[in-house]
């Protein structure tokens, strides 16, 4: 019997550990010297990577490119920006390389959080949750008066991937006005699709924006002033995909004037903000650390999906969630 | 021909109040002296309510129970724990009036609320959108494996009326497990129903307690020290309906021992709760000051229901939010 050699570079705890040596065996997992900072950092380089048939987890793209045996690698998050080049594709394609990334894993979670967010920008719960307004009060009035419903709302998905899918199912129930902007249409999306010559009509017409952008080449800084100042006043900004397609100084200016009511980011350029910039302290502008993907058991879900399309690529089966 | 009088104590501003005056002509308005405070609160006894046929929005119990001509009340809420006695459903049967609520009008708001709020609870809001951790730290990590996802988690709703049934509409995206306490099921709720001798089994198995019911002489400290001892360790409380079903020592005690994850509250007893209040303090329990069923032109909306009723009774059509 041949053994394959599973490289995984991921920082994992005893039970996902347990987990991956257990479900590869009678395979090898080989570990680094030094695992990834986190499941979206790339690991430093390591020798032991030369020997991998297999890798898991977050290598750094020149031991990647460098390696002499590699037939598949699957990255541990959704996001692939590093490997998202001409140069690494056309690598990628030439040496008949299988990429898959984790997205299944993250699709639900990072739908959920964007979804959070809606749903606490419509109940108004930065507001509401630091009042302790008397029924009655004016204050209360205008609070109340300022809540709102998410029902039959206008909302846009730039990117559409798993977590815009996912997030079409779960708006379901609110028969919202769903659009989704994409390159081009393959007519298997299930909402109304936008491409860019239609996207400023588009904008024009959402309550809420919602930024799923991979960060490549084509999408940095793709919400400039100019797309800002497309958007419905009074619209809502929220960002789940990368924190570098966005005009920070754009945003915030967008914010200031009240063109956006709010923004709500998950990921911003850098991470996290330095505590004085003035997104940091914009009173309408939400931040959370980059935990939109975060659940309980992240770890082992890594470990399953990996797995999962392990016993895949034993018989060769289409590999889930597969980039490249 | 006949013309009917209406009486109407709401606050209302003037495009509600040129809707409502347009809506039931030919048919007489007639507007108190003083209006109620805001939707929620009973109104003052007043001169002009003796001569109405109909009444909309918060009377006194007193006024309605001496009135001479009344045939039809429409309260402006969703509770109605003041005529919800059986003096009252005594009277209101013998002199036959039709008691409607505005159910509808609080339903979706409402739902949306508390699936604000569990939303909120499974991406951690309160603590990630305070925190600015670095990406990898051990804050960040801690923080994302706190973060879950709704889905196949169990919730129990307590109380099954309209909210009840916008929120199983809502969650069944997430493919949860849905349980209703009633006191009979009715077979038509659409989700297993437990009832009382059922109950301590299913508030062991529920991550999510959503207490919706209303005040009344058989809900007040519904939620006592045995039931929360029931809960799942680590299940989260929410509480959408009134503040005098639950005692807040036992839930407090709960939120100390760790018995119950985290509590959030859009009712209290009183409200607000005065600031020196433990339950203000607790930092795993999250206070809205009943705002839940806000919304914008929430006037108006309450109004277009009323009307739509008004034209039902005037054929003697069946009224919608009927209560008695």
């Known amino acids: 019997m041949n053994t394959l050699k599973i490289f995984s570079d991921l920082p994992l705890g005893a039970s996902a550990l347990a987990l991956l040596t257990d479900g590869v065996a009678p395979h090898e997992l080989i570990l680094p010297a030094r695992p990834a900072v986190s499941v979206l950092?790339?690991?430093?380089?390591?020798?032991?990577?030369?020997?991998?048939?297999?890798?898991?987890?977050?290598?750094?793209?020149?031991?990647?490119?460098?390696?002499?045996?590699?037939?598949?690698?699957?990255?541990?998050?959704?996001?692939?920006t590093r490997f998202d080049t001409?140069?690494?594709?056309?690598?990628?394609?030439?040496?008949?390389w299988l990429v898959t990334n984790s997205s299944s894993v993250y699709a639900g979670p990072c739908a959920e959080q964007v979804f959070a967010f809606m749903l606490a920008q419509a109940r108004q719960l930065p507001?509401?949750?630091?009042?302790?307004?008397?029924?009655?009060?004016d204050q209360w009035n205008?609070?109340?008066?300022?809540?709102?419903?998410?029902?039959?709302?206008?909302?846009?998905?730039?990117?559409?991937?798993?977590?815009?899918?996912?997030?079409?199912e779960l708006l379901r129930p609110f028969?919202?006005?769903?659009?989704?902007?994409?390159?081009s249409a393959r007519g298997d999306e299930g909402v109304a699709v936008v491409t860019p010559g239609q996207l400023p009509?588009?904008?024009?017409?959402?309550?809420h924006v919602v930024n799923i952008l991979p960060d490549n080449a084509e999408s940095r800084l793709f919400f400039n002033a100019d797309r800002f100042a497309a958007c419905k006043p009074g619209a809502v900004f929220y960002?789940?995909?990368?924190?570098?397609?966005?005009?920070?100084?754009?945003?915030?200016?967008?914010?200031?004037?009240?063109?956006?009511?709010?923004?709500?980011?998950?990921?911003?350029?850098?991470?996290?903000?330095?505590?004085?910039?003035?997104?940091?302290?914009a009173p309408n502008c939400h931040l959370t650390p980059h935990t939109a993907g975060g659940h309980r058991?992240?770890?082992?879900?890594?470990?399953?999906?990996?797995?999962?399309?392990?016993?895949?690529?034993?018989?060769?089966?289409?590999l889930r969630d597969r980039i490249m």
Do not use: K, Y
């Open 297 to 318: 058991n992240e770890a082992e879900s890594l470990v399953r999906h990996f797995l999962a399309n392990f016993r895949r690529f034993l018989v060769d089966a289409p």
């Open 127 to 137: 507001l509401t949750l630091a009042s302790r307004c008397a029924n009655g009060s």
């Open 142 to 168: 205008q609070l109340r008066n300022q809540c709102s419903s998410l029902a039959h709302q206008n909302v846009i998905l730039l990117g559409f991937g798993a977590i815009g899918r996912r997030l079409v």
């Open 86 to 96: 001409p140069e690494f594709r056309a690598a990628a394609a030439r040496r008949r």
């Open 41 to 80: 950092a790339a690991s430093g380089p390591d020798p032991a990577f030369a020997g991998a048939d297999i890798a898991f987890g977050q290598p750094a793209v020149d031991a990647v490119l460098q390696s002499p045996r590699l037939r598949w690698l699957q990255l541990a998050s959704a996001g692939f």
């Open 239 to 281: 960002n789940i995909g990368r924190g570098a397609t966005v005009d920070q100084p754009a945003l915030l200016a967008a914010l200031q004037s009240g063109r956006l009511a709010a923004a709500w980011l998950d990921v911003t350029d850098p991470e996290p903000l330095p505590p004085d910039h003035p997104l940091v302290s």
């Open 201 to 207: 009509a588009a904008l024009a017409a959402a309550d």
């Open 175 to 183: 028969e919202m006005d769903i659009t989704a902007f994409r390159r």
